[in-house]
């Protein structure tokens, strides 16, 4: 049995201030989300993350309040448009797309 993941993402401003709201879990999605899901977390070094980013110049930015899980690791912060780590970038995208 793979590792069990699980995102959420909770994305605030942009141009619209319209909120998102997702959570993807590898228990619940279908088997390719699920797998790549897995993939994106796999990657991600939680112990290199940043907790919370300084606050975006810019109205229109978005700000991404994440938390993630893998295994028993955990991390949860706050992200900037301006300023998401590479290792977050494919992980948001995802997040983004998917049905939740």
Known sequence: MSEHVRAEL????GFTGRPLHTVADS??????????LRQLL???DFTSLHGSAHPAAGA???????TL?????HWKGT???ASVP???QPVLQFLVTVES
């Open 10 to 13: 909770h994305r605030t401003g």
């Open 27 to 36: 228990r619940s999605l279908p088997p390719p989300q699920s797998a790549r």
């Open 42 to 44: 796999s990657t991600v």
């Open 60 to 66: 229109d930015l978005f700000t991404y309040h994440l």
């Open 69 to 73: 899980q893998r295994g028993d690791d």
């Open 79 to 81: 992200v900037s448009q």
């Open 86 to 88: 590479p290792a977050l």
